[in-house]
């Protein structure tokens, strides 16, 4: 284990925290199962506090664990002032906030304002009261074109495919716009009610000790007026090259100024995290100037290959956007929606291990998904009939293969589900997940969680990593990255296939693989990272 940096009240009382903080994703479901019914739930998660605090992060963000009826792993809200029953209650949520303070972690929940269920109380009053209803106006509901009414309303269509309008049964009845699964439709954030009401959800989690909020889908909220068509056909994606109809209106960004009033009637550094998908780093840095959210994930990072060229341009271009509105720039590499980067960037655990010691260098914040510190592969072999991603049963949706990057965590070599829990687990585990696990891994310097836990701790405490807006590139042969860091550290990352040579510029501080050594200079393998104290 490493050394415990943080002491009992660090997160009650250091400042900007959020400026380099490491942030950890757990996703409910599948972190840790506390009453062994094969769901992972809070007691479990808050069971799991200290593995978290002794890996060296600084915060946790939870996927959603609000009342919902699941037909969106939980981004289908029915009441955001209620736990759903799978993951435990109020209470539970409450210890564990309160445990993971005393353990100097602040957390940081999920909130989901672009839509809710369809099993929301407002929605399911909407539809009693039929067309003209003043709820109805909460969210948005058109009559269909065509002379019966027949054809939607515009030529909008879901992200998880197919249309982004459902008519309503009945004679005359309207329809409604859902950018996600039917289940789930849009509010009208043109409403004041609307905007009331998440300004309270918000007091709500800050009032029970939640430090902040990561906004699903906060580039959606605004609809351009009217409506308009798209234009063109062919399925959608979050990450797009150019602007829509329905994400990443300029109306957003008065909304958020709005949270920060709320947020900031808080003390201790609340903050807002946003996931907002847009097109250029610019209109990505828009959500973070000084009077709107405070960090916002860096998703062109995220989809860039494992190359040089490509990696230094989308850096500079990030830190570039953020030196301007004073907000650090953010790097991460997997979620609970993409292919786990160890499979994603192909070259296996080696590269994977590069990848993370390149971002962990970076100037700013970082976010770590749960399970990446194990090394875990994507699942890519789970049969059909255990899958529940909605968008795996849409014809032409996301790749609907999301639940392979959720498959229950391992935590012991043995067990039903590799100490998951003791009901097993609600989706299979591969079987060599058992050497994967935080019990076979911990103790052996040569594992991938010792590097992480390695990684966070001279993160911790190096004055050349954290916080910060520039690196410093330095000469290096073609496919490998080289930069200083102000404080004295130096990255060095080999993306290609062949050893390279360098000079060494001072003492190893951390690799991610073995590094030989030869007549002065160091080579550098293939898809490795190394640290160096300069």
């Not at 998440?198 to 605004?222: E, K, N, P, Q, Y």
């Not at 829509?244 to 209106?249: M, S």
């Not at 076979?440 to 390695?454: I, V």
């Amino acid at each position: 284990m490493t050394q415990d940096t943080h002491g009992p009240q660090r997160a009650a009382t250091r400042t900007d925290w959020w400026r380099d903080a490491v942030i950890y994703q757990v996703y409910p479901r599948s972190f840790a199962d506390g009453d062994g019914d094969g769901m992972g739930d809070l007691q479990g998660a808050r069971s799991r506090l200290p593995y978290l605090r002794d890996l060296g992060v600084d915060a946790v963000w939870l996927s959603p664990f609000y009342a919902s009826p699941q037909a969106d792993a939980g981004y289908d809200v029915a009441d955001y002032r209620a736990i759903d029953p799978m993951f435990g209650t109020l209470h539970d949520a409450a210890a564990l906030l309160g445990d993971a303070h005393e353990l100097g972690l602040r957390v940081i929940v999920d909130v989901v304002p672009n839509h809710c269920s369809d099993q929301h109380a407002w929605f399911r009053q909407a539809l009693r009261e039929g067309p003209g209803s003043p709820l109805r106006r909460r969210f948005h509901f058109r009559a269909g074109r065509g002379a019966q009414g027949e054809l939607p309303p515009n030529d909008w269509e879901s992200i998880f495919g197919g249309p982004a309008w459902t008519r309503l049964p009945g004679p005359g009845e309207e329809w409604y716009l859902h950018l996600f699964a039917p289940e789930q439709p849009d509010f009208n954030w043109d409403h004041p009610a609307v905007q009331d009401e998440f300004r309270s959800i918000l007091r709500f989690w800050l009032d029970l000790g939640a430090d902040g909020f990561r906004v699903d889908v906060a580039h959606g909220l605004v609809k351009a007026p009217g409506l308009p068509d798209m234009g063109s056909t062919g399925q959608l994606r979050l990450l797009g090259n150019h602007l829509l109809p329905f994400f990443d209106q300029d109306g957003v960004h008065e909304i958020y100024r709005s949270w920060r009033t709320v947020l900031d009637e808080y003390a201790d550094d609340r903050i807002a995290v946003a996931e907002a998908w847009t097109h250029t780093p610019g209109r990505t840095a828009r959500y973070v100037r000084p009077d709107e959210l405070h960090q916002a994930f860096n998703f062109l990072y995220l989809t860039t290959g494992w190359d040089a060229a490509a990696l230094r341009e989308v850096i500079d271009s990030s830190l570039d956007a953020m030196r301007p509105v004073g907000a650090p720039a953010t790097w991460v590499l997997s979620n609970h929606d993409v292919v786990r980067h160890r499979t994603r960037l192909g070259g296996g655990l080696a590269r994977a291990r590069a990848a993370t010691l390149l971002m962990l260098a970076l100037p700013g914040s970082a976010y770590v998904y749960q399970g990446e510190e194990l090394g875990l592969p994507e699942v890519t072999d789970l049969p059909d009939e255990v899958r529940q991603d909605p968008s795996f049963f849409r014809e032409s949706g996301q790749d609907g293969l999301r639940d392979g990057c959720r498959v229950p965590l391992p935590w012991t070599a043995a067990g039903p589900s590799y100490g998951f829990g003791t009901g097993g687990s609600w989706l299979p585990q591969p079987p060599e997940w058992a050497a994967l696990g935080v019990e076979a891994q911990t103790g052996d310097p040569d594992s991938t969680l010792e590097l992480y836990r390695a990684a966070l701790a001279l993160r911790r405490g190096h004055p050349g990593l954290g916080a910060g807006d520039a690196v410093d590139w330095l000469a290096a042969p073609e496919g490998v990255l080289a930069f200083r860091r102000p404080g004295g550290l130096v990255c060095t990352v080999n993306t290609t296939s062949a050893p390279a040579r360098l000079p060494a510029p001072g003492r190893v501080l951390l690799s991610s693989g073995e590094l030989p050594t030869h007549d002065g200079e160091f080579i550098l393998p293939p898809d490795t990272t190394v640290w160096w104290e300069a």
